[in-house]
């Protein structure tokens, strides 16, 4: 006749069965983990791009290149970007970058191209004019050659009487929501514009590509919005000692050559 166990041995025999079923659980979760991870890491790839120009110039110092991969199956909508890289050039082309991209977001029943862009100080200096489809079967190289072409610059307008459009205050995109901040610049001497919130007027002095604001007067408009944004332009105002015009574009700067704001030369009908 078996004699009955103990309830405390029952008890300690259920525990380590439900430790043994828990280490088990445990144990699958960390497989699954792994096994999603090492799934993870299969499913990138890489394109090396190759990027040249033809022509036989030297881009500018803090010329950058931006190479991205995007999926252009959609029409009339932007590209889906897969992968982009941005680097800084030294020296001369050819330009070396890596793509690194999921592979789970290819479809070989799309289209895909590898688009590129040097850029400087915001302007554009070269960029890719064709599509370049890096799984097209014709094409596949290893590095993947990409050709941009030089972008015909506009003749450098006058910082005077030029209706400058705020693109950038300190390194921020200029957000709108009436009116874009702006600077005017008259032929005598007087400067006037919009901050944000505030309107004001002021005047100016310009040696070569030196430039100081003085007598700096504004209204006082309470805003509830744009605050940021005025107080940004003020200090542009206020510390602005270098300007550099390129085509329609205009670059504010600080006695240490740091860029305080970016404008847009802006016409009107």
Same mark, same amino acid.
């Given at each position: ?12 025999? @259920?525990?380590?069965?439900?430790? =043994?079923?828990? =280490? ?5 979760? +960390?497989?699954?983990?792994?096994? &999603? ?21 030297? !881009? &500018? ?8 991969? !995007? ?15 941005? %680097?800084?050039? $030294? ?9 690194? *991209?999921?592979? #789970?977001?290819? $479809?070989?029943? /799309?289209?895909?191209?590898?688009? &590129?862009? %040097? ?6 200096? *070269? ?8 799984? @097209? =079967?014709?094409?596949?190289? $290893? ?25 950038? /205050?300190?390194?921020? #995109? ?8 702006? %600077?005017?610049? #008259? ?11 505030? +309107? ?10 030196? !430039? ?18 005025? @107080? &940004?332009?003020?200090?542009?105002? $206020?510390? =602005? ?9 205009? %670059? ?8 305080? @704001? ?8």
């Amino acid at each position: 006749m078996f004699k009955r166990k103990p309830s405390s041995m029952l008890k300690s025999v @259920a525990g380590l069965s439900f430790l =043994a079923t828990g =280490a088990l659980l445990l144990s699958g979760c +960390n497989d699954t983990k792994n096994t &999603a991870e090492s799934t993870q890491v299969e499913s990138t790839a890489t394109i090396t791009a190759e990027v040249s120009y033809l022509d036989r110039s030297m !881009v &500018a110092p803090n010329s950058q290149l931006k190479v991205t991969l !995007v999926d252009v199956s959609k029409m009339d909508t932007k590209a889906t970007i897969i992968s982009q890289q941005v %680097i800084d050039l $030294n020296g001369a082309p050819p330009y070396t970058v890596d793509l690194v *991209y999921d592979t #789970n977001k290819i $479809n070989k029943s /799309l289209s895909y191209s590898i688009s &590129a862009r %040097i850029e400087n100080n915001g302007q554009l200096l *070269y960029t890719t004019t064709s599509n370049n489809d890096p799984f @097209a =079967a014709d094409v596949q190289t $290893n590095p993947y050659k990409i050709v941009v072409t030089k972008v015909k610059q506009k003749p450098d307008v006058d910082l005077a009487n030029t209706y400058w459009k705020a693109v950038t /205050l300190a390194g921020d #995109n200029v957000t709108v929501t009436t009116k874009s901040p702006f %600077i005017q610049f #008259n032929d005598d001497d007087k400067a006037h514009g919009y901050l944000g919130c505030n +309107n004001f007027s002021g005047s100016y002095k310009v040696s070569e590509q030196t !430039v100081t604001f003085d007598h700096i007067a504004a209204t006082k408009k309470m805003c509830h919005e744009n605050m940021d944004q005025e @107080a &940004a332009m003020s200090s542009v105002l $206020n510390n =602005a000692t270098q300007w550099h015009i390129s085509g329609e574009s205009l %670059i504010l700067k600080d006695k240490e050559g740091d860029q305080l @704001a970016s404008f847009k030369a802006t016409y009107f009908n």
